[in-house]
């Protein structure tokens, strides 16, 4: 049975939707930094998931798995880029943070 829009029910689950959405895709930024060597662990702030690298770093997405966000601090001025442009969102991350193979691999 679909809730009727505007009511309570429909509310609820139109925010467990779009969590959904953030959800997978912090899964798949995750995956695309630990590709390049940034390995991160995963957190929820207030709800939302966010990945932290290190204690340098945190990233996030909004609401609705559409914009990642990342900054020293979650909440504050942030750097952003499209959840389409993945591939290049975790680049932009990776250098500055990733792992050199050496490092990685001695560390297992």
């Given at each position: 049975m679909i809730p009727?829009?505007?009511?309570?029910?429909?509310?609820r689950l139109s925010a467990k939707i779009s969590r959904l959405d953030t959800i997978i895709a912090i899964d798949h930024l995750q995956q695309a930094l630990h590709?390049?060597?940034?390995?991160?662990?995963?957190?929820?702030?207030?709800?939302?998931?966010?990945?932290?690298?290190?204690?340098?770093?945190?990233?996030?997405?909004?609401?609705?798995?559409?914009?990642?966000?990342?900054?020293?601090?979650?909440?504050?001025?942030?750097?952003?880029?499209?959840v389409e442009e993945l591939e290049r969102v975790a680049r932009r991350i990776a250098e500055r943070f990733a792992v050199p193979p050496s490092v990685a691999g001695s560390a297992r």
């Open positions: 009727f829009p505007g009511t309570p029910v429909a509310e590709g390049h060597g940034v390995y991160t662990s995963l957190a929820y702030e207030e709800g939302q998931p966010c990945l932290h690298v290190r204690n340098d770093l945190t990233i996030w997405a909004d609401p609705h798995g559409q914009t990642f966000f990342w900054s020293t601090c979650h909440g504050e001025r942030a750097e952003r880029g499209p």
